[in-house]
C-alpha cells in the first residue's frame, strides 16, 4: 500500500466524524428553532387573551387548565400533577396524612361516606357510613361545584385542628352536626390478603407506596403459614407509586441476580 492510500484511509474516519458532528449541530440548530417557534406562538396566544379578551381572564388558572388537554392528546399515562395534586399525592404515597378518618364518594352533588376508618377521629364522634356531609364549618357543601379535590381540601388539615360537619342521615329530617378534631390517618396500602382456595392466596395492592412492601410481605407471610403456594397479585386500579417498593415486591418471586425492571432516558 503506498503512503497516499494511508493517508487516504487516515482522513476517513476523520472525515466522517466530521460529518457526524456537523449533522447533530445542525439537527440541534433546527430543533431549537422548532421549539422557539412553538414558545413563541404559545406565548401570542396568551398575550392576545390576556390583552385583547373582552373579560377579565385568571391566566394562572386558564394555563392550569389548558396544560391537561394538552397531555390529553398524548397516551393515557401523560398526566399533568398540579402543586395541590401533587401534594396529596405524596401524602397518599408516604403511608399517612392528617384529616378525619373517612373514605368518601361524590355522588348527585353531595359527600357520602362510604367508610369510617376504625378508630379514626369520625368514628370516635360517631360518624357513620352512609352519612351524608352537607356542610362544613357552618358553610353549604353540596350542589355542582363539588369535587374530590375541593373535598380533601376541606376535610385535611394539620392535627389536632377541628372541623365542624353538618351530616344528614336517613333517618333523621334535620342535619346532625359533630365536631371532629383532626388526626393521623393511616393509609393502607395491601387491602386484601386471603386464600382462594388451596394452595392459592390473593394479595391486592392499591398503590406502591412507603409501607406497601412492608404490608406485602406481612400478607405473604400469612398466606404462606395457610398453606399458599402460588399467589395473585391484583393490580387492577393501582394507580403507582415508587418504582423501589414495586422492585422489592417482584424480588420476592425472581431468583437472584435476574433482571426486574430497566429505564431509559
Same mark, same amino acid.
Given at each position: 500500500?503506498?503512503?497516499?492510500?494511508?493517508?487516504?484511509?487516515?482522513?476517513?474516519?476523520?472525515?466522517?466524524?466530521?460529518?457526524?458532528?456537523?449533522?447533530?449541530?445542525?439537527?440541534?440548530?433546527?430543533?431549537?428553532?422548532?421549539?422557539?417557534?412553538?414558545?413563541?406562538?404559545?406565548?401570542?396566544?396568551?398575550?392576545?387573551?390576556?390583552?385583547?379578551?373582552?373579560?377579565?381572564?385568571?391566566?394562572?388558572?386558564?394555563?392550569?387548565?389548558?396544560?391537561?388537554?394538552?397531555?390529553?392528546?398524548?397516551?393515557?399515562?401523560?398526566?399533568?400533577?398540579?402543586?395541590?395534586?401533587?401534594?396529596?399525592?405524596?401524602?397518599?404515597?408516604?403511608?399517612?396524612?392528617?384529616?378525619?378518618?373517612?373514605?368518601?364518594?361524590?355522588?348527585?352533588?353531595?359527600?357520602?361516606?362510604?367508610?369510617?376508618?376504625?378508630?379514626?377521629?369520625?368514628?370516635?364522634?360517631?360518624?357513620?357510613?352512609?352519612?351524608?356531609?352537607?356542610?362544613?364549618?357552618?358553610?353549604?357543601?353540596?350542589?355542582?361545584?363539588?369535587?374530590?379535590?375541593?373535598?380533601?381540601?376541606? @376535610? *385535611? !388539615?394539620?392535627? &389536632?385542628?377541628?372541623?365542624?360537619?353538618? =351530616?344528614?342521615?336517613? +333517618?333523621?329530617?334535620? #342535619?346532625?352536626?359533630?365536631?371532629?378534631?383532626?388526626?393521623?390517618?393511616?393509609?393502607?396500602?395491601?387491602?386484601?390478603?386471603?386464600?382462594?382456595?388451596?394452595?392459592?392466596?390473593?394479595?391486592?395492592?392499591?398503590?406502591?407506596?412507603?409501607?406497601?412492601?412492608?404490608?406485602?410481605?406481612?400478607?405473604?407471610?400469612?398466606?404462606?403459614?395457610?398453606?399458599?403456594?402460588?399467589?395473585?397479585?391484583? @393490580? *387492577? !386500579?393501582?394507580? &403507582?407509586?415508587?418504582?423501589?417498593?414495586? =422492585?422489592?415486591?417482584? +424480588?420476592?418471586?425472581? #431468583?437472584?441476580?435476574?433482571?426486574?425492571?430497566?429505564?431509559?432516558?
Amino acid at each position: 500500500m503506498t503512503s497516499g492510500n494511508k493517508q487516504s484511509l487516515t482522513w476517513v474516519p476523520l472525515a466522517l466524524a466530521a460529518a457526524l458532528i456537523a449533522g447533530i449541530l445542525i439537527g440541534s440548530h433546527f430543533t431549537a428553532q422548532r421549539s422557539s417557534e412553538l414558545d413563541r406562538k404559545l406565548n401570542n396566544v396568551l398575550g392576545i387573551v390576556s390583552n385583547e379578551y373582552v373579560d377579565a381572564v385568571n391566566m394562572d388558572s386558564l394555563v392550569e387548565r389548558s396544560i391537561p388537554e394538552i397531555l390529553a392528546n398524548l397516551d393515557p399515562h401523560s398526566i399533568y400533577f398540579s402543586e395541590k395534586d401533587l401534594q396529596v399525592a405524596n401524602e397518599e404515597l408516604s403511608g399517612s396524612f392528617s384529616g378525619i378518618g373517612i373514605s368518601f364518594q361524590v355522588m348527585e352533588d353531595t359527600i357520602n361516606v362510604i367508610e369510617v376508618i376504625p378508630g379514626g377521629p369520625s368514628e370516635k364522634v360517631g360518624i357513620l357510613t352512609g352519612d351524608k356531609i352537607v356542610s362544613v364549618d357552618g358553610k353549604s357543601f353540596v350542589g355542582e361545584r363539588i369535587n374530590p379535590n375541593m373535598v380533601r381540601e376541606q @376535610l *385535611r !388539615g394539620a392535627k &389536632g385542628s377541628v372541623v365542624r360537619l353538618g =351530616i344528614k342521615r336517613n +333517618n333523621s329530617d334535620k #342535619p346532625v352536626y359533630f365536631n371532629v378534631t383532626r388526626g393521623d390517618i393511616p393509609l393502607k396500602s395491601v387491602d386484601a390478603a386471603y386464600m382462594i382456595e388451596k394452595n392459592v392466596g390473593y394479595v391486592k395492592v392499591n398503590q406502591f407506596g412507603r409501607t406497601t412492601y412492608n404490608e406485602f410481605v406481612a400478607g405473604l407471610a400469612k398466606l404462606k403459614t395457610q398453606g399458599a403456594k402460588h399467589f395473585i397479585i391484583d @393490580l *387492577r !386500579g393501582n394507580g &403507582g407509586g415508587y418504582m423501589e417498593m414495586a =422492585i422489592l415486591m417482584v +424480588n420476592e418471586f425472581l #431468583p437472584a441476580n435476574q433482571l426486574i425492571v430497566s429505564t431509559k432516558g
